[in-house]
């Protein structure tokens, strides 16, 4: 099958294309910038949030399946770049669609939102598809931002697709998300590189973690099974403090180190508990989080010691 892949030389995209090659697909990857590590994909360079050059690299692909991952991903820098983020998340989103919409044969879209558009629920009770969007900051406005063009090319003909993940996690996540934070200090304490310290923002927050190889096979399975104009939550079912995660990578990593609060590591908005139900993707592709949240954690620990260990 002919696919391509919107933002992957990203972390999940990348992964994401692992694992359409391994399952013999012929994978197109687009990239604003440098080629992406993945041996095996078809490259291609464009702005999306240039329409024209969006159509050209489709029109180039011809994709059966489009897998739109692209855009900004973090919600800290989102407020700092707040023109940016809805440049590449909400007018690159458009750009894909149309471009989609235009094409001869139309390709099928699974296009990845996030956990974000419900902002801070008061509810410790799991999240499902049908609980009221409201995002708590301009990443998640972002976000719903992007449902509703899929919605809208949806009721133009196009078959458009919703996976909306949860938190994930796993090896090759860059610096500035708290796992591979956390990890990369942990890891410099552990060989003394450092002081016993590590720097933290609220720990407070309960987060629901997958693993990110759990999280593309979802969207690979949903992008051929799932039925368009739906969402389909990705996530383990289970919320984890942050709290919690520091406390298990210095116990994988058998080290004690002071916990100190970092003024810049806090984010604004109250501390919540952000939980999903999967149980709509286990009913319709038989998706479920298969890897335990110690693993990805062990795996995410022995990357960034690695580093640390190579200087």
């Given at each position: 099958?002919?696919?391509?892949?919107?933002?992957?030389?990203?972390?999940?995209?990348?992964?994401?294309?692992?694992?359409?090659?391994?399952?013999?697909?012929?994978?197109?990857?687009?990239?604003r910038?440098?080629?992406?590590?993945?041996?095996?994909?078809?490259?291609?360079?464009?702005?999306?949030?240039?329409?024209?050059?969006?159509?050209?690299?489709?029109?180039?692909?011809?994709?059966?399946?489009?897998?739109?991952?692209?855009?900004?991903?973090?919600?800290?820098?989102?407020?700092?770049?707040?023109?940016?983020?809805?440049?590449?998340?909400?007018?690159?989103?458009?750009?894909?669609?149309?471009?989609?919409?235009?094409?001869?044969?139309?390709?099928?879209?699974?296009?990845?939102?996030?956990?974000?558009?419900?902002?801070h629920?008061?509810?410790?009770?799991?999240l499902?598809?049908?609980?009221?969007?409201a995002?708590?900051?301009?990443?998640?406005?972002?976000?719903?931002?992007?449902?509703?063009?899929?919605?809208?090319?949806?009721?133009?003909?196009?078959?458009?697709?919703?996976?909306?993940?949860?938190?994930?996690?796993?090896?090759?996540?860059?610096?500035?998300?708290?796992?591979?934070?956390?990890?990369?200090?942990?890891?410099?304490?552990?060989?003394?590189?450092?002081?016993?310290?590590?720097?933290?923002?609220?720990?407070?927050?309960?987060?629901?973690?997958?693993?990110?190889?759990?999280?593309?096979?979802?969207?690979?399975?949903?992008?051929?099974?799932?039925?368009?104009g739906e969402?389909?939550?990705?996530?383990?079912?289970?919320?984890?403090?942050?709290?919690?995660?520091?406390?298990?990578?210095l116990?994988?990593?058998?080290?004690?180190?002071?916990?100190?609060?970092?003024?810049?590591?806090?984010?604004?908005?109250?501390?919540?508990?952000?939980?999903?139900?999967a149980?709509?993707?286990?009913?319709?592709?038989?998706?479920?989080?298969?890897?335990?949240?110690?693993?990805?954690?062990?795996?995410?620990?022995?990357?960034?010691?690695?580093?640390?260990?190579?200087?």
């Open positions: 099958m002919r696919v391509l892949v919107t933002g992957a030389a990203g972390f999940a995209g990348g992964h994401l294309c692992e694992l359409l090659l391994l399952r013999g697909d012929r994978v197109a990857g687009v990239t910038g440098a080629p992406g590590g993945s041996s095996g994909v078809h490259w291609l360079s464009a702005d999306l949030a240039d329409a024209a050059a969006t159509a050209r690299a489709v029109a180039e692909a011809q994709p059966e399946v489009i897998y739109h991952l692209a855009g900004a991903a973090a919600t800290h820098t989102a407020a700092q770049d707040p023109v940016g983020t809805l440049r590449d998340n909400v007018l690159a989103t458009a750009s894909i669609l149309q471009a989609a919409l235009d094409a001869s044969p139309r390709p099928r879209v699974l296009l990845v939102t996030s956990s974000e558009v419900y902002g629920p008061a509810t410790a009770r799991p499902t598809e049908e609980t009221p969007t995002p708590g900051n301009l990443y998640g406005l972002s976000k719903v931002a992007a449902h509703e063009l899929g919605r809208h090319y949806g009721s133009l003909g196009l078959e458009v697709v919703e996976a909306r993940p949860f938190n994930h996690c796993g090896p090759r996540q860059r610096l500035g998300f708290v796992v591979p934070d956390f990890a990369a200090q942990v890891a410099a304490v552990a060989r003394g590189e450092r002081e016993p310290v590590v720097r933290v923002g609220d720990l407070s927050p309960a987060r629901d973690f997958t693993d990110v190889r759990d999280i593309v096979r979802g969207y690979a399975d949903l992008a051929l099974g799932g039925v368009p969402i389909y939550h990705l996530c383990r079912g289970e919320a984890v403090s942050i709290g919690d995660i520091l406390d298990r990578l116990a994988i990593a058998g080290v004690a180190a002071r916990v100190e609060t970092d003024c810049e590591r806090l984010r604004p908005g109250p501390a919540t508990l952000l939980r999903g139900s149980e709509k993707a286990r009913w319709a592709v038989g998706w479920e989080a298969g890897i335990p949240l110690e693993e990805t954690l062990r795996a995410v620990y022995a990357e960034w010691a690695a580093v640390s260990a190579q200087g």
